[in-house]
Every structure is written in structure tokens, then in C-alpha cells.
């Protein structure tokens, strides 16, 4: 079963109110959602999610705590033009788990594990067109290099590009793992599964996450009320960096400001920084997966 990374610390610091409205741009298996509308008296949860399984799962679950939801199918990068629909303009907390769920990567077919055979997919959305099938049989030797070392910063990108050039057609999960192997050193197999980070990589290409997570970021502090927060949750540093950077952007003053003795309120930042953390050693020794997450929280303070 899916466990909620951060749970408690990501209730703690949206600051939920009774009659808070809130979004979980990443509902899932419905984890962090459900804690959240435990606390929604009169207010209103908006999550999103592309995935239909994810969506009926949690649909399910959500109803036997309260009815004061909505899902929204739809990427969340669609965040602003989807809350609109609903005449939400503005909310009081929001939160991202950018983590893919354990049912996702659990069930084979889905092509997220490098563990289990399976087509090669790795799609969130299974309705749309591009497939990791795709990317690995026709993308271009220069193309593969390119996203293995932007998306999963793996130093044996060229070899393993060449690998899988030379191994082509590559169907199912296992053989690409086969052609990963072979094409890295074997004492640098042994040391952590060779496939994890190009696994990452195609997963960041087909479903375009970073690009995706970036511009919703943005979008979603736009959102905040004034004393709303912002909680997001990553799992690598390409995320991590994207986050930190916008957050960095919005919390500083102007570097032409920096040096007046006082700063007029007008250039003073509209958002700061509340919390930095990670999973404590008794999470990380029960939910395994949760080791690599960071949770980062902002707040609009005018």
C-alpha cells in the first residue's frame, strides 16, 4: 500500500483551518488528501490527478470522510485554468508530493519499475500519445545522451545510448535493464541498480515533469491568499533545484535594493521562506522510499 511521505509535517505546516480551501496538485492514492479534508469543516479540498486508477482509488476513499472535495483529472499544470472553471481564483494552502505513488510502480504493466516486466510506457496519463517505447526506440543517439545526463545526471549516458542504439527494438522493462547493464561498468552495477537513474530519466522525458512542475510553481504562488502556504515535496536534486530556485526568486529583495538602510514596503518580497526538512530516521526505517524526499514550505506574507 501507498504511504504518504511527510505526512504529518506537510498537515502541520499548510496550517489548515476549518474553512480553508486547498489543493493537492498531486492526489495520488490520496494520502495526504484525506488528512487534509479531515480538517475541512465548511472549506473545500481541489485535487488533481491524470491518472483514472489513482483517481477511482481515492474517489472512493475520499467519500467515506466528507464530501467537501473535488477531483480535477487533469495535469496540474493546468492549475489556474482549472481551479477558474470552478470560480476559484485564489486558495489558502497547496501542496505537491512529486513522488511517483507505489501502486505506479507496483503494478507492472504500468512500465514505472525497473524491477518487474513490463511494455515500456511509464505514461501518468495513459491517454496520451508519448510512451518510453517511443523514446527508447527512436529517439537519436544525441537525444538519449542528452536526457540521460540533463534528467538522470548518469556518467555513462554516451555508453548506454550506444547500447541500446545497437539493441534496438527494445519492448519490455527487463531487456532495456539487460542492454543498461551491460553497457556500464560491473563494479558500478554492483553498486546500485544500474537502471534507476535512466528509468528516471525517460520518466522526466515522457511525461515532461520539469518543465510541467516549473511553470504550475509559478502559477500556484500566484494562487496563495496572504498567508497561505505552499508545501512541495521532492525526490531529486532536478526537482529540488527547480524549487529552491523559484522560492529563492520570490523570498529575496531586488539585488539593487539590498544595500538601503530601509527598504520601502512596495520592494519588500511578497513571499518567505518557513521550513526546509527531510524524513526523520524512524520514517526513512519504516517507508524506505521516503529517504531521498525534501519538503520545502513558503508562505505569501503580502
Sequence with gaps: MHKSVLLNECIKYLNIDENSIIVDCTLGYGGHSG???????????YSFDQDMDAIKYSDEYLKKISNNYTIIKSNFVNIKEKLSDYNVTSVDGILYDLGVSSPQLDEADRGFSFHKDAALDMRMDKTQKLTANYVVNNYTYEELVDIFY???EEKYSNSIAKGIINNRPINTTLQLVDVIRNNVPSKYAREKHPARKIFQAIRIEVN???NVFEKSLYDSLSLLNVGGRLCVITFHSLEDKICKKIFKEVTEVKNE???LPIIPDEYKPNYKIVKVLQPTQEEISTN???RSAKLRVIERVK
Design 35 to 45: 488528512e487534509i479534508l479531515k480538517r475541512l469543516d465548511n472549506g473545500h479540498l
Design 150 to 152: 540533463k534528467y538522470g
Design 208 to 210: 515532461d515533469e520539469l
Design 257 to 259: 535594493l539590498k544595500n
Design 288 to 290: 524506505p522510499r521516503s
